[in-house]
Each structure stands twice: as structure tokens, then as C-alpha cells.
């Protein structure tokens, strides 16, 4: 218990500790690299002493420090690839969420910086996507469905081959008239995938679903997706529709945050 500015607690050497339990104290924890990479290894042997809160808190505890200049990013880096076998929804949130700020932190970085990122979000994301797959089963709870859709998109926007080819495919059948291709609970994936990686008439067909859906989170579906396009023509083109009467105004907000 600490009662005072410092203290110091005895270990034996090399063993094996973790700080604040279910990360229940509002406090940041910084571990040596030595302990850092014995508590990865641990992870990765999902070993049952670190539970799925201490997880999520290992890593908004290093994302945390690595943002702020207290850790090396390539601590933060080394943690995450020991969440290669990972199965917790809440935890792969917390995974997604600490590589798209590494990716916002370091967006001005050369493209072959920024493709060396896109590899390493692959090999955290592509496994588990390949795993789930893209159709519901008859098992799927709440978690199941909302991971497929986390891990379809992270791996489909960091370029996993396999997944672009069957969110495209499936785009084109849902759009030809097969409203069965695509499954509500990943349409929002394979939307972003398709305009991330796909030409000007992918935008278009996308654009079009947003205006003749007729569901809340179908159109949010669309505007999240669109708002990920890199072509300058069209995010002009997009600017200019989200101050424009087509867009109600508690959507603007859908088009500026993306």
C-alpha cells in the first residue's frame, strides 16, 4: 500500500508480478522491459494470472506512456504482438484502438513506414478475422458479432488480401440485387473495405447506399465507410454533400468525425 510520494517493494529477482490488479486503482503503470516482455510471454501462453481487465489495462497503460514519450512505441508494439491468439471482444477493442492512434500519431511518416504498419496490423488482425469469417453461426452471441465486424475491418483496411477479395465480392452481389451477400452486422465492414480499396464507382455505389437506406445504422453504415476515402476529388465531393440539404443535420457530425 502506498502511503507516501514513494516506496519500494522487494521481488525476487526475475520473478514474476503484476501491479494493480483488474486495474481497479486510477493510476498508470510503467514496467521495466525485463518485466514487460515476461508479462507478453504470459499473454501469449494465456496464462490466467492477467485476466481480460488486466489485459485492457496493460495496454491503455502503455498506449498511454508511449503517446506521452514515457515508454518506447516499440514496447507498446512488442505487447501487441502477444495478442496474436486473443478472444475477448473488450480486449480486441483495446487492441484496435491502440493501433489506430499509433497510425494517427505517426500519419505523416513515408509510405514505407506507413505499409510496414499496415503489415504489422495484418498479422495481429488477420488470424482472428480468418477465424470468424464473414457469416453468422448459429453459436454467435453479442461479442461474436461485434468482433467479426472489429476484425473484418482492421484487417480488411490494412490490406489482407483474402479479406478485400470477399468484402468486394460480397459488395458487388449486394449491390447487383443479392441483399443476402452481406449480413447487416458486417455491412459497415465491407462498405469501408470497398472504398479504401476500390476505385471511384465503388465510392459511387457506396454513396448510393447511403441514400436509399432507409435504417438509422445502415446510413451510418455508408457515412463511416465514405469518410475513409483517400481520392482528393472525392473527399471534396464529399465535403460539399455533408453541408448540403441531402444530409440531416444531426448527421454532419457522422461526415466530420470520420
Same mark, same amino acid.
Given at each position: 500500500?502506498?502511503?507516501?510520494?514513494?516506496?519500494?517493494?522487494?521481488?525476487?529477482?526475475?520473478?514474476?508480478?503484476?501491479?494493480?490488479?483488474?486495474?481497479?486503482?486510477?493510476?498508470?503503470?510503467?514496467?521495466?522491459?525485463?518485466?514487460?516482455?515476461?508479462?507478453?510471454?504470459?499473454?501469449?501462453?494465456?496464462?490466467?494470472?492477467?485476466?481480460?481487465?488486466?489485459?485492457?489495462?496493460?495496454?491503455?497503460?502503455?498506449?498511454?506512456?508511449?503517446?506521452?514519450?514515457?515508454?518506447?512505441?516499440?514496447?507498446?508494439?512488442?505487447?501487441?504482438?502477444?495478442?496474436?491468439?486473443?478472444?475477448?471482444?473488450?480486449?480486441?477493442?483495446?487492441?484496435?484502438?491502440?493501433?489506430?492512434?499509433?497510425?494517427?500519431?505517426?500519419?505523416?511518416?513515408?509510405?514505407?513506414?506507413?505499409?510496414?504498419?499496415?503489415?504489422?496490423?495484418?498479422?495481429?488482425?488477420?488470424?482472428?478475422?480468418?477465424?470468424?469469417?464473414?457469416?453468422?453461426?448459429?453459436?454467435?452471441?453479442?461479442?461474436?458479432?461485434?468482433?467479426?465486424?472489429?476484425?473484418?475491418?482492421?484487417? $480488411?483496411?490494412? $490490406?489482407?488480401?483474402?479479406?478485400?477479395?470477399?468484402?468486394?465480392?460480397?459488395?458487388?452481389?449486394?449491390? #447487383? #440485387?443479392?441483399?443476402?451477400?452481406?449480413?447487416?452486422?458486417?455491412?459497415?465492414?465491407?462498405?469501408?473495405?470497398?472504398?479504401?480499396?476500390?476505385?471511384?464507382?465503388?465510392?459511387?455505389?457506396?454513396?448510393?447506399?447511403?441514400?436509399?437506406?432507409?435504417?438509422?445504422?445502415?446510413?451510418?453504415?455508408?457515412?463511416?465507410?465514405?469518410?475513409?476515402?483517400?481520392?482528393?476529388?472525392?473527399?471534396?465531393?464529399?465535403?460539399?454533400?455533408?453541408?448540403?440539404?441531402?444530409?440531416?443535420?444531426?448527421?454532419? $457530425?457522422?461526415?466530420?468525425?470520420?
Amino acid at each position: 500500500m502506498l502511503t507516501g510520494d514513494s516506496t519500494t517493494v522487494k521481488l525476487d529477482k526475475g520473478g514474476h508480478y503484476k501491479v494493480n490488479t483488474d486495474y481497479n486503482g486510477f493510476f498508470r503503470t510503467a514496467y521495466p522491459p525485463a518485466a514487460l516482455a515476461r508479462i507478453s510471454e504470459s499473454i501469449k501462453a494465456k496464462d490466467p494470472l492477467f485476466t481480460s481487465s488486466d489485459r485492457v489495462g496493460l495496454l491503455a497503460d502503455l498506449g498511454a506512456l508511449s503517446k506521452s514519450g514515457h515508454v518506447k512505441t516499440s514496447s507498446l508494439l512488442g505487447l501487441l504482438e502477444s495478442f496474436e491468439d486473443e478472444d475477448q471482444y473488450v480486449v480486441w477493442v483495446a487492441i484496435a484502438e491502440r493501433v489506430n492512434v499509433i497510425s494517427s500519431v505517426f500519419y505523416e511518416q513515408p509510405a514505407d513506414f506507413q505499409k510496414a504498419l499496415e503489415k504489422f496490423q495484418r498479422s495481429l488482425f488477420s488470424k482472428a478475422a480468418a477465424k470468424l469469417g464473414w457469416e453468422t453461426k448459429a453459436s454467435d452471441d453479442y461479442r461474436s458479432t461485434l468482433l467479426r465486424k472489429l476484425l473484418l475491418t482492421n484487417a $480488411g483496411c490494412a $490490406g489482407d488480401e483474402e479479406v478485400v477479395k470477399e468484402a468486394k465480392k460480397r459488395f458487388a452481389d449486394y449491390t #447487383g #440485387g443479392n441483399t443476402e451477400a452481406l449480413n447487416q452486422n458486417v455491412q459497415s465492414a465491407a462498405f469501408e473495405i470497398v472504398v479504401l480499396h476500390g476505385d471511384e464507382a465503388d465510392f459511387e455505389k457506396v454513396l448510393k447506399c447511403w441514400r436509399d437506406a432507409t435504417a438509422t445504422d445502415q446510413k451510418l453504415a455508408a457515412i463511416g465507410a465514405l469518410t475513409t476515402v483517400q481520392n482528393e476529388a472525392l473527399i471534396q465531393q464529399l465535403l460539399k454533400i455533408s453541408i448540403s440539404d441531402e444530409v440531416k443535420a444531426q448527421d454532419i $457530425g457522422y461526415f466530420f468525425g470520420g
